[in-house]
């Protein structure tokens, strides 16, 4: 059974860059059974896909956040991160890491998510 | 790329059926049996309730069913009970190798 936790800062200034790490157990982020990805969640607003990579390091984007979004896969930590540049306050949301497997089309294992401000 | 449109509201007295449903376009809904649809409880991670338009994870109520009809996909809910109250969203891969979700949609059970 995977378990995904996210971490990093809670709070990040205005044009600079969110980083978030989600570590993975009960499984090898190595898996080519999984892709990985992240899913933010503004205050009160509905769920947004920011993109996946696959262990291969292929990765897949928001159009819409594509300029300012980098995922990566650091395999010696089984961890994967994002990193999102020229942050604003419309970039505040809970952030969530999760899986979509390759036989099953839907995310089916979430962190718990967290809450990241953009302020000064 | 546009969000899926789902309505707002939804709300069913206990016992009853509700159906949400979630439209799209041929080019993410109507183009791919990759509809799926997840539950959330205030202050929770979304779960995952469908997948593949109509398939149940293992532990999900067979009270959850999954449908499609062209580019509308839909969520049914029977035996509606007070633990089913909560926000639901469906997710559609699209054309684009993306992923896409719709605005959510609020149950109210009465």
């Known amino acids: 059974q995977l378990q995904l936790q996210e971490s990093g800062p809670g709070l990040v200034k205005p044009s600079e860059t969110l980083s978030l790490t989600c570590t993975v157990s009960?499984?090898?982020?190595?898996?080519?059974?999984?892709?990985w990805g992240w899913i933010r969640q503004p205050p009160g607003k509905g769920l947004e896909w920011i993109g996946s990579?696959?262990?291969?390091?292929?990765?897949y984007y928001n159009p819409s956040l594509k300029s300012r979004v980098t995922i990566s896969v650091d395999t010696s930590k089984n961890q994967f991160s994002l990193k999102l540049s020229s942050v604003t306050a419309a970039d505040t949301a809970v952030y969530y890491c999760?899986?979509?497997?390759?036989?099953?089309?839907?995310?089916?294992?979430w962190g718990q998510g967290t809450l990241v401000t953009v302020s000064s | 790329q546009s969000a899926l449109t789902q309505p707002a509201s939804v709300s069913g007295s206990p016992g009853q059926s509700i159906t949400i449903s979630c439209t799209g376009t041929?080019?993410?809904?109507?183009?791919?049996?990759?509809v799926s649809w997840y539950q959330q409880h205030p202050g929770k991670a979304p779960k995952l309730m469908i997948y593949?338009?109509?398939k149940r994870p293992s532990g999900v109520s067979n009270r959850f069913s999954g449908s499609k009809s062209g580019n509308t996909a839909s969520l049914t809910i029977s035996g509606l009970q007070a633990e089913d109250e909560a926000d639901y969203y469906c997710?559609?891969?699209?054309?684009?190798?993306?992923?896409?979700f719709g605005g959510g949609t609020k149950l109210t059970v009465l």
């Open positions: 999760a899986t979509n497997g390759i036989a099953v089309a839907g995310f089916d294992y």
């Open positions: 009960g499984g090898s982020i190595s898996s080519s059974s999984y892709y």
């Open positions: 990579i696959y262990y291969s390091g292929s990765t």
């Open positions: 041929s080019s993410d809904v109507g183009g791919y049996n990759y």
């Open positions: 593949d338009v109509s």
């Open positions: 997710s559609s891969y699209t054309s684009s190798s993306t992923w896409v």
